[in-house]
């Protein structure tokens, strides 16, 4: 089975996809790209054009958008979620794809980064091409840490982002700044 790398999240020039590219391009190993979303047409017109820019056409396949079902299948066929963003909050997809136990590579301007490396989830980079391709080969050939991630990612997920987790702390917070606005809860 050949390695592969998913980018799934709205296309836009805040999410560094230029920048997967460029470590593509430096890559030992091959490792097609799949790149799955919607976004700007005009933006997502101008990534093939780097792609042949930068003679990496062939590893790169758009998918397009893909709705709920899809695109967990899509997470669950690839070796790879790779996210490397300018700045990113949190990251829904972050957590969809340890869900579904496929590993990830985030910059550390990922809100989810410091999660992902406590937990040894994945692999966190900067947003320099060449630390990001490092990371990549290092998922590459480090399948027993992949082998772990997939297998404890969808309890660790489970644990800390369940709703059975999180309501509770979104009702005490919400109380707690309710109450501290003197405001009247229901």
């Given amino acids: 089975k050949i390695f592969t790398i998913v980018f799934l999240s709205r296309i836009h020039p805040k999410k560094g996809i230029e920048l997967l590219m460029d470590a ?17 047409e005009g933006y997502i017109q101008q990534l093939p054009k780097k792609s042949n820019t ?26 790879l979620f ?8 949190f990251a829904y997809a972050v957590v ?5 136990g496929t590993p990830v590579l985030l910059s550390h301007q990922v809100g989810l980064s410091g999660f992902v490396e406590e937990h040894n989830l994945g692999w966190v980079c900067t947003l320099n ?3 990001i391709a490092e990371k990549i080969e290092a998922a590459i ?3 027993e840490k992949r ?17 059975e987790t999180l309501i509770p702390q979104y009702l005490q917070l919400y109380t707690t700044w309710t109450l501290s606005k003197n405001y009247i809860l229901p």
């Fill in 129 to 131: 091409p060449e630390d």
């Fill in 147 to 163: 082998k772990s991630i997939q297998h404890c990612a969808p309890a660790v997920i489970q644990k800390y982002f369940s709703a």
């Fill in 82 to 89: 790779a996210l490397t963003s300018y700045n990113e909050n």
């Fill in 54 to 79: 930068i003679t990496i056409e062939n590893k790169i396949k758009w998918l397009g958008w893909k709705d709920r079902a899809e695109k967990f299948d899509v997470l669950m066929q690839a070796d």
């Fill in 24 to 40: 593509l391009s430096k890559l030992k190993n091959e490792a097609p790209f799949l790149i799955a979303g919607s976004g700007e």
């Fill in 96 to 100: 969809e794809s340890l869900h579904v």
């Fill in 141 to 143: 050939e480090q399948t």
